[in-house]
């Protein structure tokens, strides 16, 4: 496995994994209150990138697994006293096979039609959400305060959880990178350029493009798990957010869709602004309209996105950065 | 060449609404043979390669290759039988480099490959076509002349039986299509059968075994080259003056670029 050896996967990994432990060793809650949302962000944008910055298919509806997912793994600890770790192993296995009976149907459709079912699925799926008796319908669920005991305590419970992201985070990367770089990825990769001349040459694109929207729906599923378990509570308002559909995907124009390294350091940067943004009275309401701004800004100005940006300087450097 | 039939297309029919744009055509291909296709701007002949590698099923007759009927097959499948396709209007991967683009023909090709090994035989078709020097610029930096190599290295790196080649010499200067001919007869001397598209009418007299003439969608002659270009039918099709057109072939007209082809 040649490609196992490659520096720049080794880089992003261990950056990630420093970062990642830092308020592990610090024992600082606010910075690992930090890190969770950048990493979640990390693992939501990488695995989003799949989708669309491999296979070039613009996925609004995104969330909707991180929020399915969530409710799945939710119900299973909540109601059924799963433990955090099988749960949200479920939460991803249920979403990845319903990712992949929706995808069979939703990737016939290309561009801004697809785009436009993949709205249609986050909101149908909110809508059910909302009736569905086992998941507590318009008011959710929660948990009891004392399931935090099997954990060693609430506090112990939220480092748990945490650490359990970065180990996710990682994985997340490192099947971003061996998707990228293998005959399944170059397959992605073409039909991402030219759909039908990728059919001509031999790619079976209806296939491949389910497995791309099935995978890209694994981890947003554990992640929503982790989220909400943390939380202690899920409702429809928080699992379905489109606008973290929308900000997925500032971040990986901002770092460089089609990359590994582009979402995670459009991410880092993202999730930093808006921190600002959110702590600035002026700007605090309009946030969004940033997010708005600044992908307009990064189409027009620098399409490929800053790691792309990059790459483009030159072959060497087409090669090293992943 | 051997006797062997290696493609049958069997009364082809194929409409668009009320447009019949191939109409019952038959023939076949022998192993081995370089087969000329032939015809005036909007004759069908792109329409029939759309048909033979599946991105149309065919509403009438039928499609056999080496045996086996693949009328009806998406394309995906046709190329794992072993036909490769390289298209009139260029369509390069232009954010994948041109080593990834041959990479992705031999390795979802004919035989499936591995992407080390497919790298091995992108590398030497890149070579044998002459765009090495370009492997790891973007596919979509390169010239047009450029684009047509790739396409044609993209198809041959699939190691296909049979590779249909659609006006590959279209836009090329006479330098430029003296060597593409180079690589057409060489192709035919590693045992592929070619079937090719081609409005150069001095090129494809000079290297297909036998011809055919297509005309708003029918068959209107097949033969050698010395037997289609004398039949009055095919000069007519062309010119719509016999004289003319008899003028024209005797000239063997460097000057007949046929890329004004526009559509595909
Ligand atoms: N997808 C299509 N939809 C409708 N008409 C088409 C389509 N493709 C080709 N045609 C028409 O079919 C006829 C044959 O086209 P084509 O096969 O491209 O001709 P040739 O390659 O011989 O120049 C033309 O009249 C063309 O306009
Ligand atoms: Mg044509």
Sequence with gaps: MKRLKAPALWTILAAVAVAGIWPLLNRSATLRED????????TLASSLNILLGYTGYVNFGHIVFFGLGGYIGFYLISQQGWHLIPAALAAALVTTLLAALMGGAVLRLRGAYFALATLGINEATRAFVT????????????????????????ASALWFTYALLV??????????????????????????EDEDAAMVLGIHAPRAKTIAFALSAFFPAIVGTLFFFKNGNIEPGDAFRL????????????GGFGTVT???????????????????PLFKDLQLFFAGMLLLIIILFVPSGFIGWLRERSARLREVLQ | MTDQVILQIEGVTKRFGGLVAVNQVSFEIREGEILGLIGPNGAGKTTLFNVINGVYAPDEGRVIFRGEVISGLPSYEVARKGIARAHQVVRPLNELTVLENVVVGAAYGRRNLPLGEAARVADEVLEFVGLAPK??????????????RLEMARALAAQPYL???????????????????????????RGITILMIEH?????????????????????????????????????????????????????????????????
């Design chain 1, 35 to 42: 890190m969770f949302l950048i990493l979640m962000f990390v």
């Design chain 1, 131 to 154: 009736n569905f008796k086992p998941f507590g319908e318009a008011t959710g669920l929660s948990l009891h305060f004392s399931r935090y005991q099997e954990y060693g305590g609430p």
């Design chain 1, 167 to 192: 180990i996710v985070t990682l994985v997340t990367l490192l099947v971003s990178y061996l998707v990228k770089t293998s005959k399944f990825g170059l397959g992605l990769m073409a039909i991402r």
């Design chain 1, 243 to 254: 606008h973290m559909s929308i900000e997925g995907i500032v971040m990986i124009m901002l």
């Design chain 1, 262 to 280: 582009g979402p995670v350091i459009g991410s880092a940067v993202y999730e930093r602004l808006r921190g600002y943004l959110l702590t600035t």
């Design chain 2, 135 to 148: 492997r790891h610029l973007l596919a979509g930096k390169l010239n047009v002349a450029e684009k047509k």
């Design chain 2, 163 to 189: 590779i249909l080649l659609d006006e590959v010499l279209a836009g090329l200067n006479p330098g430029e299509v003296a060597a593409m001919l180079d690589v057409v007869r060489q192709i035919r001397e």
């Design chain 2, 200 to 264: 150069l009418m001095h090129a494809v007299m000079n290297v297909s075994d036998r011809i055919v003439v297509l005309d708003y969608g029918s068959k209107i002659a097949m033969g050698t080259p010395q037997e289609v270009a004398n039949d009055p039918k095919v000069i007519e099709a062309y010119l719509g003056d016999p004289k003319m057109a008899q003028h024209l072939l005797e000239e063997q007209g460097e000057n007949e670029e046929g890329g004004a082809d526009g559509h595909s």
